[in-house]
C-alpha cells in the first residue's frame, strides 16, 4: 500500500509544484496520473522515487516513509536512459548487483526474453531502436522485482504501433510480479488501455481534481463500447480540470457587498 | 515521367530542388572513388613541391645549403639510423616523454577526479591551478634547473608540468559534463559514492579523458623539445640544436621528421590502447 498524505513541493524559486496531494494506492493496483503540462506529475512521480524531497507531507510504503531511493521502487524514466557502455543484458542487469550470477543470469535472461529482445542480449544499446530501448529500460526495471514501480510518461516519445505493443510488453511482465504501478502519461487512451484508477491533475499549483476508477475486464479491447466510454469519461473530467478557476460564489458576493458600501 | 522531368531540369540548369537532387545524387561506388582521388590529391602539393626543390638542386638551379633537398635529408636520416645514432637520440627523448607523460598524466587525472567530484575541493583547489596554468610553462625553465639540476630531472618536470594542465582540464570537466540522468540512474539502485564512481562516473567520462591524455600527449611532444633545448647531450632536441650550431640543415630536418613519426606513432599507440575502453561509443569514427 501506497500512501501519500498531504504532499506539497515548493522549488527553491518558489513555484508550488505541488499542493496538499493525498493519494493511496492498493497493492497491484495500476493507477494513471492523467493531466496537461506543468501539473507536477513527473514532480510527483520524483517525490516517490526518493530523487526529490517534499517540502511538506509524507509519502509511505507499507508504513515506511520514503525520503531517499528506496530498494522496493523502481522507476522508469521518459527516456530509456541505458548505460551506453553497457550492453543489453548488463544494462538489465544493472540492479542486480547484490545477486549471485546464477540468480542474475536467470533473472536477465528471463526478462530479455519476455521483451523480445533476447537475442540482442549481447548488443549495444545505440544498436536498438527507441522502442526497443524503453523495453530494455522496463525490463531494467522489473528485474529487482519492486513492489512499486514508477513510469515516467515511458512511452510518449514513440509511435501508436510500438506503444501498443510495448502496453503488451507492460503488462506481461506485471503479470509476474504484480506490483502497484503509478503510470504518468498525458495520453487518455493510454490510461485507459493500462490502469484500474486514473487520477486526474490540475495544474498552478499542482492537485489531484478527480479520480475516476476503470473497472473494465483484461485484456481490454481498445474498440469495444466500454473502452469507447471511459475514455470519453476521463476526457471529461480532463476538460472540466481545464477550465479556468470561475469566481466563487464567496468572491462574487463580497465584490457586491463592497459595490453597496460605497 | 521522371526521365523526361530530370531531362527538363536538366535543360533549365537547375531551376527546380528536384532536379538537382536527381542530378547531384551519384552511386556510393562513385563517391567512394572520388574520395581516394581527393586522399591523392592531399599528397600531390608536398610531392610536387619535394621533387621540384630535388630537380632544382639536382640541375644547379639552387645550391640547396641551406635548404637540403629531400635526397640528402634521407640520407642523413638513413646515415643516422646506421651508426646507431639516431636510436640513442630517439630513445632519450621518447624515455624523457615517457617518464614526463606517466607523472603530469597521473598527476592531472588525481587532481581532475578531485576538483571534478567535489565541490568543495573545486573551489579549493581549481583558482590555484588555473592560476598557475596562466605561467608559460616555459618560464619555470630557470627554476627547475636551480631546483632539480641540469641533468633528467628538470626536463622530466618540465614536460610533466607541460601534460599536466591538457590531462587535469579534461579530466575535471569530462566529470563535470557527466549526463546528470544517467547519475539518477545510479541514485535510483543507491549505489553508494564509490560505486557511483566506478560503475557510471568513470565509464562516462573514459572518451573525454582519452581526448585529454591524447592533447597532453601531444603537448609533451613539444616540451620535449624546450626541454632538450637547455642543454642535453642527447635527444632528438639535442640533434635539432646541434644541427643548428654545426651549420647542418639536414640534420635537422631528419629530427623534425623523427619527431613528426615518433608523435604520430605515439599517438596511435595511446588510441589504439584505449580503444577497447571506449568502443560502445556511438560515434562517427568507427566509420570513417
Avoid at chain 1, 516513509?65 to 557502455?85: D, S, T
Avoid at chain 1, 503488462?171 to 502497484?180: A, D, I, N, Q, V
Amino acid at each position: 500500500m501506497l500512501n501519500l498524505d498531504h504532499l506539497s513541493k515548493i522549488y527553491a524559486d518558489g513555484t508550488r509544484a505541488l499542493a496538499d496531494i493525498n493519494l493511496s494506492v492498493r497493492e497491484s493496483e495500476i493507477i494513471a496520473l492523467i493531466g496537461g503540462s506543468g501539473c507536477g506529475k513527473t514532480t510527483l512521480l520524483r517525490l516517490i522515487a526518493g530523487l526529490d524531497r517534499a517540502s511538506a507531507g509524507s509519502i509511505r510504503l507499507d508504513g515506511e516513509p520514503i525520503h531517499e531511493p528506496h530498494p522496493a521502487v523502481g522507476i522508469v524514466f521518459q527516456e530509456p536512459r541505458l548505460l551506453p557502455w553497457l550492453t543489453v543484458s548488463d544494462n538489465v542487469a544493472f540492479g542486480l548487483a547484490h545477486l549471485d550470477r546464477s540468480e542474475r543470469k536467470a533473472r536477465v535472461s528471463h526478462a530479455l526474453e519476455k521483451i523480445g529482445l533476447a537475442e540482442h542480449a549481447e548488443r549495444w544499446p545505440r544498436d536498438l531502436s527507441g522502442g526497443q530501448q524503453q523495453r530494455v529500460a522496463i525490463a531494467r526495471a522489473f528485474v529487482t522485482y519492486p513492489k512499486v514501480l514508477l513510469l515516467d510518461e515511458p512511452f510518449s516519445a514513440l509511435d501508436a504501433f510500438t506503444r501498443a505493443s510495448l502496453h503488451e510488453h507492460l503488462l506481461g511482465l506485471w503479470e509476474e510480479t504484480r506490483p502497484t504501478v503509478v503510470l504518468v502519461t498525458h495520453d487518455v487512451q493510454e490510461a485507459v488501455t493500462l490502469a484500474d484508477r486514473a487520477v486526474i491533475m490540475q495544474p498552478k499549483p499542482g492537485r489531484i481534481f478527480d479520480e475516476l476508477p476503470l473497472t473494465l475486464a483484461r485484456p481490454r479491447d481498445r474498440a469495444a463500447l466500454p473502452f469507447e466510454s471511459a475514455v470519453r469519461r476521463v476526457l471529461a473530467a480532463l476538460d472540466q480540470s481545464l477550465k479556468p478557476v470561475q469566481p466563487s460564489p464567496h468572491r462574487e458576493r463580497d465584490r457586491e457587498a463592497a459595490a453597496l458600501w460605497w | 515521367m521522371t526521365g523526361q522531368g530530370t531531362l527538363q531540369s536538366t535543360r533549365q540548369g537547375w531551376s527546380s530542388p528536384q532536379g538537382a537532387a536527381a542530378l547531384a545524387a551519384p552511386s556510393p561506388a562513385g563517391k567512394r572513388r572520388a574520395f581516394d582521388g581527393r586522399v591523392l590529391l592531399g599528397i600531390f602539393l608536398p610531392l610536387a613541391i619535394a621533387l621540384l626543390w630535388e630537380a632544382a638542386v639536382h640541375f644547379g638551379f639552387a645550391q640547396g645549403r641551406l635548404v637540403p633537398p629531400p635526397s640528402r635529408i634521407l640520407t642523413t636520416l638513413w646515415g643516422l639510423a646506421k651508426t646507431g645514432e639516431l636510436w640513442t637520440h630517439a630513445t632519450a627523448t621518447l624515455w624523457r616523454i615517457l617518464a614526463g607523460f606517466a607523472i603530469g598524466a597521473i598527476a592531472g587525472i588525481v587532481f581532475g577526479a578531485l576538483s571534478g567530484s567535489s565541490d568543495a575541493l573545486r573551489r579549493l583547489l581549481d583558482p590555484t591551478l588555473q592560476a598557475l596554468r596562466a605561467i608559460p610553462s616555459i618560464a619555470w625553465v630557470p627554476l627547475f634547473i636551480l631546483w632539480l639540476g641540469i641533468f633528467e630531472a628538470s626536463k622530466v618536470a618540465l614536460i610533466a608540468v607541460g601534460v599536466f594542465f591538457p590531462v587535469y582540464l579534461g579530466i575535471a570537466g569530462a566529470i563535470l559534463s557527466v549526463d546528470r540522468k544517467l547519475v539518477e540512474v545510479g541514485r535510483v539502485f543507491r549505489l553508494s559514492r564509490i560505486a557511483l564512481a566506478r560503475r557510471i562516473l568513470l565509464p562516462a567520462v573514459l572518451p573525454e579523458a582519452v581526448i585529454a591524455l591524447r592533447s597532453g600527449l601531444g603537448l609533451g611532444f613539444m616540451f620535449v623539445v624546450a626541454a632538450e633545448f637547455m642543454g642535453a647531450s642527447e635527444g632528438l632536441g639535442y640533434l635539432l640544436v646541434d644541427g643548428q650550431q654545426m651549420g647542418k640543415p639536414d640534420q635537422i630536418l631528419a629530427a623534425i621528421i623523427a619527431f613528426a613519426l615518433l608523435g604520430k606513432a605515439a599517438d596511435s599507440l595511446l588510441v589504439l590502447a584505449t580503444r577497447p575502453l571506449v568502443r560502445w561509443q556511438d560515434t562517427v569514427r568507427e566509420r570513417l
